[in-house]
């Protein structure tokens, strides 16, 4: 019970719950004196006065107030305040930390829990570039830079840029070195920068044909053994050997590029060996190319390595050894998947999508690319071999379609069999059974093939002028593939033929749908448009052609014969020009440049395009008649001499040339070598009028006694011409009466009658009226007559369309034509 104490009555403990405290009262803050002071000053930092000692009832805290009376709260509990200072240390406060109170509170700090009393935060401090490390960084970021706009500006082609930036960055890297020594950080010199640079350099020295440089730049990292790898680069030194033509040097540097590659890198290996046979051919070492090819062909076989077996086995005439490296070439996985793959099928859609989403990516297209280059290949290679590998080519070709049937490219038997009659057409045995045969045994394959030989069979019927079977078998092409361009381009020229202009058009202007690089359907468009009189239309067909065929000397005389037509001289001068530009010993388009030069007066230079086009091509009579004239009326007569006499050669049968050559003799005082040369041209033509009347002539003014004899001929001659013009007069008055007559009986026939003795008799007095008179001399008429004319360059290939006939290798690839459409007429 001592234990025990007794609650005092005057301790009441629920006391004191309804005492107002004024310090809570906010409302009266703004008139708080002592409150706005500790606000606006550093009185209000002073902390909380806690308890003394944890654990036990704090004791009474007095709270001021403005109002005066210090007044005591306990806690409840009895337990210490959160936050309370112990002995001066700060104790840590819970669940606060997100409201910005920190455990670290001190006394006199104030509540900022945004840190705006520590002030605005320092600048940031300047970065020092004067540093020898910040140089060096930023000189090898300005190397790398240029080595990037070098390799930029090659990908662009523009070389030389790309030449001078390598060169820049080689400076560059050179000054870094430099800067590293002088800073004592030579150990730190980065070779991977040196190698990118040196390499770079090399590169685009070789890209701008600079091959000492670029050796000498290869030569640098080579000889650097700090440089790993770098014995591969003599690969690309081998190379540069090869395009100077060194091929010594090139197969020494390739054989010390394999010692150095090891057999991990197999296709590296490879692609050597077969650079070292490509360099064996090209020294007209067969044998040692063989041995290369044979080695890559039993370890990796490929392509174009046994393409290039079956050339070195056809360059030493070795049949059997072609034949197995034929079955070798056919047999080479390709390594690509089959196209029924590309097929959609009905039932699954989202496969469809997938399928259609790759049917066109870029490795379908390469895969479709490997096949073409390999049919290529093939296709040429059984052209090469076929002729070779028996007695008879065909027999040759038949053993190469047998092969290729049982191989994975069957679809080429057929354009085998084509190619076989083709080389028929190549020997020019157009009417060879054997060709036509092999194409009309196509008519019942498939569509592709039956067109091609159908395109053919029309094509040589065509040039056989068998216009109907041409047009027949243009038919059964278009009948079998309607967007086959060289089967329309033979359609129409069979139409064109047959001066069905409009159609013709028709049938080119479909070619042109079907596919807009059809050269020779524009070609023949344009044709088609100058012989309808649509010259502006025939012109625009022409300016195309010229923007896809850049260098072709028919176009651009196409165009130049359009401007002439269109009476634009100067267009026309000026397209002839880069004829002559691009075909410098075109004879013709020589003289058309005389004739317009002459048409516009300025003879000089009409007499010196006349005069190289006789000199590359001295027959042509029209300029040998120009230049003849042109020497009488420039008064050399002894230089028109030489002219007239090679035109007498040409045309032995006309007169008129050995007239000429005599006017020349007696115009420049040779009396008696005019004499001698009228004397022979009566002997070869004893009723010429002409040759008696000068013979009359000089043999007076010579006071000669055949003066006499010369004479009588000359009366009866003129007896005999009038006889002739009597009986042409009654021709006519017969023919006016067999008109009136037929005009009675039939107004069609009269008019046909009426014309063609019209003609005839204009012809005829045409040609009397070009006689000279009894009283003038034969050169009094002959400046009038010489007139130089134009012969079309290309003949009648100008005026008929081109056939189709397609080329699609070149002789020096070993292929043969297929008939399309781009082979000029006959």
Not at 36 to 54: D, E, I, L, Y
Not at 356 to 385: F, G, P, S, V
Not at 604 to 620: I, K, L
Not at 676 to 701: M, S
Request: one cysteine or more; a negative charge.
């Amino acid at each position: 019970m001592e234990h025990v104490h007794l609650a005092v009555e005057e301790d009441d403990l629920y006391s004191g719950y309804n005492d107002y405290n004024p310090t809570f009262d906010s409302e009266e803050l703004e008139n708080d004196v002592g409150f706005q002071q500790a606000v606006r000053t550093s009185h209000g930092r002073r902390p909380p006065m806690t308890a003394k000692f944890p654990g036990t009832p704090i004791g009474p805290r007095s709270l001021a107030s403005s109002f005066g009376a210090r007044l005591h709260m306990a806690s409840s509990m009895g337990r210490p305040m959160t936050g309370a200072v112990q002995d001066g240390s700060a104790r840590p406060m819970t669940a606060v930390k997100a409201a910005g109170y920190t455990s670290s509170l001190s006394r006199g700090s104030a509540f900022d829990p945004l840190g705006q009393s520590r002030g605005p935060a320092p600048a940031l401090e300047a970065k020092n570039e004067d540093t020898p490390e910040e140089k060096i960084k930023i000189l090898e970021k300005k190397v790398n830079d240029l080595i990037e706009e070098s390799c930029m500006a090659q990908s662009m082609g523009a070389l030389q840029v790309a030449l001078e930036k390598a060169k820049e960055a080689g400076r560059k890297e050179r000054a870094l070195v430099r800067q590293r020594e002088q800073s004592g950080s030579a150990d730190h010199i980065n070779l991977d920068l040196t190698y990118s640079v040196l390499l770079n350099l090399a590169n685009q020295y070789t890209n701008n044909e600079m091959y000492p440089e670029a050796l000498n730049s290869y030569q640098i990292i080579v000889k650097n053994k700090m440089f790993s790898n770098a014995g591969r680069l003599k690969v690309n030194m081998a190379n540069i050997y090869f395009k100077q033509k060194n091929y010594p040097k090139a197969i020494k540097f390739y054989r010390m590029a394999l010692d150095q590659i090891t057999n991990a890198h197999k296709e590296m290996r490879i692609k050597i060996m077969q650079n070292i046979g490509v360099v064996f051919i090209c020294m007209g070492q067969y044998t040692d190319a063989i041995t290369s090819f044979e080695h890559i062909m039993s370890e990796s076989p490929n392509i174009k390595t046994g393409f290039n077996l079956i050339l070195c086995y056809y360059a030493i005439g070795d049949r059997e050894r072609m034949k197995k490296a034929f079955q070798k070439l056919i047999s080479v996985p390709l390594g690509i998947d089959d196209e029924d793959k590309y097929i959609p099928s009905n039932e699954d859609t989202s496969s469809n999508m997938v399928i259609e989403a790759i049917k066109n990516d870029k490795l379908h297209q390469m895969e479709r690319d490997l096949k073409t280059l390999a049919e290529k290949y093939i296709m040429t290679a059984a052209k090469l071999i076929a002729p070779a590998i028996e007695t008879l080519f065909a027999t040759g070709f038949d053993w190469c379609v047998d092969m290729v049937k049982s191989s994975q490219y069957v679809e080429l038997a057929n354009d085998l069999e084509i190619n076989k009659a083709i080389t028929y057409l190549r020997q020019k045995d157009f009417n060879q059974v054997e060709a036509v045969e092999t194409l009309k045994a196509f008519e019942k394959k498939d569509s592709r093939v039956k067109s091609a030989a159908a395109t053919n069979l029309s094509f040589l019927y065509f040039l056989e002028k068998d216009y109907d079977q041409a047009d027949r078998y243009a038919d059964l092409a278009m009948n079998a593939d309607r967007y086959n361009p060289a089967a329309l381009i033979n359609k129409g020229n069979t139409v064109f033929v047959k001066q069905d202009y409009e159609k013709a058009a028709e049938f080119y202007k479909e070619a042109l749908r079907n596919d807009s690089s059809c050269t020779e359907g524009l070609y023949n468009l344009g044709l088609t448009y100058q012989r309808l009189n649509r010259l502006e239309e025939a012109l625009d067909c022409f300016l195309k052609l010229h923007a896809i065929l850049r260098n072709s000397s028919q176009v651009m005389y196409q165009l130049a014969s359009l401007y002439e037509l269109l009476e634009n001289p100067e267009q026309a001068i000026e397209w002839l020009m880069q004829v002559i530009s691009v075909t410098p010993t075109d004879a013709q388009a020589l003289a058309k440049l005389g004739e317009l030069h002459d048409s516009e007066g300025d003879k000089s230079q009409a007499f010196q395009y006349y005069y190289e086009s006789f000199r590359y091509f001295p027959s042509n009579i029209h300029v040998i008649e120009w230049l003849g004239a042109y020497y009488i009326e420039t008064q050399f007569c002894e230089k028109a001499i030489q002219y007239f006499e090679r035109a007498t050669l040409i045309q032995p049968t006309q007169v008129k040339w050995q007239l000429m050559v005599a006017s020349c003799y007696r115009r420049s005082g040779n009396s008696q070598k005019a004499l001698e040369t009228y004397k022979e041209i009566h002997r070869k033509f004893p009723e010429n009028v002409e040759c008696l009347r000068f013979l009359v002539r000089l043999c007076t003014d010579m006071q000669l006694k055949e003066v006499q004899d010369y004479a009588t001929k000359l009366k009866k001659v003129e007896k005999m011409k009038e006889i002739r013009e009597q009986r042409i007069k009654s021709g006519r008055e017969g023919s006016a009466r067999s008109r009136r007559e037929g005009r009675e009986s039939s107004a069609g026939s009269a008019d046909s009658g009426r014309s063609s003795s019209s003609t005839k008799g204009e012809r005829l007095s045409a040609k009397m009226r070009s006689l000279p008179g009894s009283n003038e001399p034969y050169e009094a008429s002959s400046p009038k007559e010489l007139d130089a004319s134009y012969v079309d360059p290309l003949g009648p290939q100008m005026d008929r369309p081109k056939t189709g006939v397609k080329k699609r290798v070149e002789d020096d690839d070993f292929a043969d034509e297929e008939l399309g459409d781009d082979l000029l007429p006959e």
